[in-house]
């Protein structure tokens, strides 16, 4: 059974920085792409950044380019997501996501989700 948990929401004032983490398990790690969407109140559903764990390609949403960098470590089975100077509008649920068979881009449409994590970030 694949299992996505995250880690690492909170509350923080903008400008401030957090790191979420994923840990995946019950498939291949390597053999996904993994990500991190975004639901902020009233909106849709978004990629932030997303990574092909086998060769280490990412995407980064126009939003999170230059201020958020995701990460894997294969021997843990977990992948990060550091998130620098945060905006208020960076708030919402954070869902880790995965998909046997999508490959990270910005189309990314995974089919495995998370219970996500609120990041709140204060003005």
């Known amino acids: 059974e694949v299992q996505l948990v995250e880690s690492g929401g909170g509350l923080v004032q903008a400008g401030g920085s957090l790191r979420l983490s994923c840990a995946a398990s019950?498939?291949?790690?390597?053999?996904?792409?993994i990500g991190w969407f975004r639901q902020a109140p009233g909106k849709e559903r978004e990629v932030v950044s997303c990574i092909n764990i086998g060769d280490g390609t990412t995407y980064y949403a126009d939003s999170a380019q230059g201020r958020f960098t995701i990460s894997s470590d294969n021997a843990k089975s977990t992948v990060s997501l550091q998130m620098n100077s945060l905006k208020p509008e960076d708030t919402g649920v954070y869902f880790c996501v995965t998909d046997q068979q999508d490959v990270c881009s910005r189309d990314y449409d995974p089919t495995m989700w998370g219970q996500g994590t609120q990041v709140t970030v204060s003005s």
């Open positions: 019950g498939f291949t790690f390597v053999d996904y792409a």
